[in-house]
């Protein structure tokens, strides 16, 4: 499993950034994926989640401002970061997974499974002005 995260930037409040995750090493189109990020001196924290046929789910903190998607002929998972505000700076990862909730280093399922950490380097978004 391979998944590579990208489309972070340093930007004002208010702004807007898509994030990508290109994967590989799996099949992509039958897979749950999810974004999670982890701030800086902080535990991971579950951000959305989408389902291989297109169920999607989002953190309060997010509803509203993010929208997760994805291109099954381009094995790449997208992330739509609206009105971003200063709360929203952490590294972003995209995982084959579908999450729920973390907690420090480890975020789980539905069903109450650990994800296998198969991170990729992630991909840093910075809100400030």
């Known amino acids: 499993v391979r998944l590579v995260e990208s489309g972070g930037d340093s930007v004002q409040p208010g702004r807007s950034l898509r994030l990508s995750c290109v994967a590989s090493?799996?099949?992509?189109?039958?897979?749950?994926m999810s974004w999670v990020r982890q701030a800086p001196g902080k535990g991971f924290e579950w951000v959305s989640s989408?389902?291989?046929?297109?169920?999607?789910n989002y953190a309060d903190s997010m509803k509203g401002r993010a929208t997760i998607s994805r291109n099954n002929a381009e094995n790449t998972l997208y992330l739509q970061l609206n009105s971003l505000k200063t709360d929203d700076t952490a590294m972003y990862y995209c995982?084959?997974?579908?999450?729920?909730?973390?907690?420090?280093?480890?975020?789980?399922?539905?069903?109450?499974?650990?994800?296998?950490?198969?991170w990729g380097q992630g991909t840093q978004v910075t809100v400030s002005s």
């Open positions: 989408l389902t291989w046929d297109g169920t999607t």
């Open positions: 995982a084959n997974s579908l999450l729920v909730r973390c907690s420090g280093t480890d975020c789980y399922t539905e069903h109450g499974e650990k994800y296998a950490n198969n």
């Open positions: 090493g799996f099949t992509f189109k039958f897979s749950p």
